[in-house]
């Protein structure tokens, strides 16, 4: 399945049902860590794509990437971790 993705709240002009607010995150990663964060970006909207085909959604509008640190736990020597969280709309496309 083509999945279809926008940053805005509509995809050219077409007209949508929205399916509702869904999201998905990457998997934690050391927060020091100098990995790409665009990978991780990338990992949590691969995840927001297959919650949307779960839902039988055509296209995701409205796209919003945040990241998420979990501070230090109570271990000495524990390091803080981080995530990409990714948000969007899931929208049925109106057929022809």
């Known amino acids: 399945m083509f999945m279809r993705i926008g940053s805005s709240k509509e995809l050219n ?7 509702g607010k ?3 995150a990457s998997d934690w990663r050391g927060a020091g860590e100098t ?3 665009n990978l ?11 919650a949307a085909e779960d839902c039988d959604a055509d296209a995701l509008v409205d ?7 979990l501070p230090r736990t109570e271990h000495p020597g524990a390091t803080p ?14 057929s022809a």
């Open 63 to 69: 796209v919003d990437y945040r990241e998420e640190i």
């Open 22 to 24: 869904i999201s998905a």
């Open 35 to 37: 990995i790409d964060a």
């Open 81 to 94: 971790l981080k995530r990409v969280c990714a948000t969007a709309v899931a929208v049925k496309l109106k």
């Open 13 to 19: 002009h077409e007209t949508l049902t929205s399916l």
């Open 40 to 50: 991780f970006r990338l990992k949590a909207l691969h995840k927001l794509m297959q």
